[in-house]
């Protein structure tokens, strides 16, 4: 059923939902959060640590969102679950008209440098009977602390910031909605879809339905094959296949494909206790911990993973000068200095203060 939380958010008033409401969606240089509530509250571009565009996980007003549910709940419930075997995240709706799902990923990108192409594919899909959604992108770039303008293009909007610009492309009518984001309003019927596509490009990444029907399902089918056809090099057979599989795919999420490197957690100032002070940014590479998280995927036969990252832990030991003593971690590309800053402009996660950037135990 639907959570106070939920209904909250569904009233128009942004609250947290608890961690485990969140399902992650990722292209093996950034991720996102994906909540039961169909909302993304998490979301750095290009890179784990770079600024956050949606970040309302850390402050449920400020922090920007992208959202998309029904419109009525009457005895709705909701619920996540992974297509088998990857990491395409789908929100399921059962109510009282009919059931709807929201599918999420983020197609692969396999560079072995750093890139600015990124994208979040979100398809709307009603299984039986119908449905009204509605959508919502607010984005709040370099956390929540750079303005915004908000553009209208054929088949969508762009948001563009001093550093950043995004497109944010639909099947459906989108209209800004004076808040420096955009809405959509609208139902489907049983099987069918509307489509949203959100990147860091111009170009409209939809021209018709039927096109975007295409687009939307061959890039599907190429995540699906990438993500199944790494987890076939797994050796474990054994009774505990899929919590092993969907293990093995969670880290795999937190390897930055550039450099081999893997983050402690893909996001930061998430708290010990809620309301405390230890809240730590962690979208870094500890070498213990990303050892062991190598050592883990080795042991199930993902070799590649475990030789780039031995690669890169060499690097670091190459760049010392003589006598100087390894740091603990390390940005995901070798970098040295990580310092850390508060954002006092935020108010935390369930109002758990501060909220840091950078981490000062680089220097410990």
Same mark, same amino acid.
């Given at each position: ?213 295409? #687009?939307?399902?061959?890039? =599907?089918? !190429?995540?699906? +094959?990438?993500? /199944? ?8 057979? @054994? ?97 040295? #200095?990580?310092?850390?800053? =508060?954002? !006092?402009?935020? +108010?935390?996660? /369930? ?8 981490? @000062?135990?680089?220097?410990?």
């Amino acid at each position: 059923m639907v959570t106070q939380e939920q209904k909250q958010s569904i009233s128009g008033v942004r609250t947290y939902l608890p961690i485990e409401d969140y399902g992650i969606i990722g292209d093996l240089h950034t991720v996102a959060l994906v909540g039961k509530n169909g909302s993304i509250d998490w979301y750095c571009v290009p890179a784990f640590d770079a600024p956050s565009v949606f970040g309302a996980l850390l402050d449920a007003e400020k922090g920007g969102y992208f959202q998309i549910e029904p419109r009525d709940t009457s005895g709705e419930s909701r619920k996540q679950l992974y297509l088998p075997d990857t990491n395409i995240l789908v929100t399921r709706f059962l109510t009282e008209t009919g059931v709807g799902e929201v599918t999420d990923f983020m197609p692969i990108q396999q560079a072995t440098s750093p890139t600015d192409r990124h994208g979040i594919l979100r398809a709307v899909h009603v299984v039986t009977g119908s449905l009204s959604f509605e959508m919502t992108c607010r984005p709040a770039f370099n956390y929540a602390r750079d303005s915004h303008t908000v553009e209208p293009v054929e088949h969508g909007v762009v948001f563009r910031s001093p550093n950043l610009m995004l497109g944010l492309f639909s099947t459906v009518p989108l209209q800004a909605d004076g808040q420096g984001g955009a809405r959509a309003s609208f139902t489907l019927g049983e099987d069918e879809w509307a489509y949203f596509s959100l990147r860091s490009a111009e170009a409209p990444a939809v021209t018709t339905p039927e096109q975007a029907a295409v #687009e939307f399902q061959k890039v =599907l089918a !190429d995540t699906k +094959d990438y993500w /199944r056809n790494w987890l076939k090099q797994c050796r474990y057979q @054994g009774r505990w296949r899929e919590v092993v599989y969907r293990s093995a795919l969670a880290l795999k999420l937190l390897t930055y494909a550039p450099t081999g490197a893997v983050v402690a957690a893909a996001t930061t100032s998430l708290p010990e206790g809620i309301g405390g002070e230890r809240n730590w940014d962690y979208r870094f590479t500890w070498l213990r911990d990303a050892g062991l998280t190598l050592q883990s995927l080795s042991m199930l036969g993902f070799e590649h993973e475990a030789d780039a990252f031995t690669d890169w832990v060499l690097a670091r030991f190459l760049q010392l000068k003589p006598d100087q003593p390894i740091q603990p971690m390390f940005t995901i590309r070798g970098e040295t #200095e990580l310092p850390e800053i =508060l954002l !006092d402009h935020l +108010d935390g996660y /369930r109002q758990s203060r501060p909220v840091r950037i950078g981490n @000062g135990a680089a220097k410990q």
